[in-house]
């Protein structure tokens, strides 16, 4: 055997498991060049109350541009960010693009929302988090209350550390969210005493909520506690009319949705949902 040959029986003898920490590794060096070289970018969506269906915040999310494979899904590339800790350089430059982009629609007239910005475990266990937060909003002159922070059931395991980093938090004046509520574990008790404000029904609640009774009922009791609780609630995933009427009749405060609007880039956005109110048209 000469060695090309050898070289394609190894190959196809390396388990599957390999190929794929092999496969990871690299998508890993990459994603520590990404930021340098300006590979990501943000995309909005919007966040509609429902009472009045007015515009009342967007929540950014990341993209990732890669030169090779196109568009890699924060689903894919997330949880690598976050094992490797990538993720707080990238989550830093996620909230400050974003918070930064907010002053800049504040500067140029249109009417004040807020935008929510996913946190990673990582990001959120960092001890001085608040206190960096505070100093770069004020630096860029944006009203914290324009701003969520949206961390997830999991991140608030450890009690006593989830409940002095929100406080925190809370104290700076950011708004709270516990995004894709539902999914994961969170007792009624933690609820009482975490200090956050809205809660986030995930939106494989949303998604059968007209099909499947037991998501509908999930769906209310989620709404009607948050009530009780003087929670704001928010539903994600809605794509169609039927949903959001479900959602208006158990006093839903806002959504999001395709059926609202995908994700879209910074100027889409302020085309399709911020410069028609500059001009009083109804949104
Ligand atoms: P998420 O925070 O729950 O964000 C909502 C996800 O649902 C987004 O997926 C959004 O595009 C999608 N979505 C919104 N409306 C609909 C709908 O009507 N139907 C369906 N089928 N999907 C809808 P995306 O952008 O792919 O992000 C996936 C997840 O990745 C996010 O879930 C979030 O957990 C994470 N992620 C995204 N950006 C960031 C970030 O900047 N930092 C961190 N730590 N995580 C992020
Ligand atoms: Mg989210
Ligand atoms: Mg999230
Ligand atoms: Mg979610």
Not at 22 to 27: G, I, N
Not at 94 to 105: D, H, Y
């Amino acid at each position: 055997h000469n060695a090309k040959e050898q070289g394609v029986d190894i190959r196809r003898y390396v388990p599957l498991m390999q190929m794929k920490a092999k496969e990871r590794l690299k998508l890993e060096n990459d994603l520590r060049r990404a930021l340098e070289r300006d590979e990501f970018f943000l995309v909005y969506q919007p966040q509609v109350q429902l009472s009045t269906k007015e515009l009342v915040g967007m929540e950014a999310l990341l993209r990732w541009q890669h030169p090779k494979r196109g568009l890699v899904s924060p689903a894919e590339f997330i949880p690598i960010a976050e094992e490797s800790g990538l993720i707080v350089p990238i989550g830093e430059w996620v909230l400050t693009t974003a918070c930064r982009q907010n002053k800049e629609w504040q500067n140029a007239g249109y009417r004040p929302i807020c935008v929510s910005v996913n946190l990673s475990m990582r990001q959120f266990l960092q001890p001085n988090l608040a206190g960096k937060i505070a100093e770069f909003l004020k630096r860029i002159g944006l009203d914290p209350c324009y701003v969520d922070l949206e961390i997830t059931e999991s991140m608030t395991l450890d009690k006593e550390k989830a409940f002095e980093q929100l406080k925190r938090l809370k104290d700076l004046g950011v708004f709270i969210s516990i995004d894709d509520f539902g999914t994961g574990y969170s007792s009624l008790h933690y609820l009482k005493n975490m200090p956050i404000d809205r809660l986030k029904i995930d939106r494989s609640f949303v998604a059968e909520v007209m099909e499947d009774s037991n998501n509908a009922a999930i769906v209310s009791t989620i709404t009607s506690m948050a009530h009780h609780l003087k929670l704001k609630v928010t539903a994600e995933g809605v794509e169609n009319e039927d949903q959001l009427q479900f959602l208006r009749q158990q006093r839903c405060h806002e959504a999001q949705g395709y059926f609202f609007s995908k994700p879209i880039k910074a100027q889409e956005f302020e085309n399709i949902f911020l410069k028609p109110t500059i001009f009083g048209l109804p949104s």
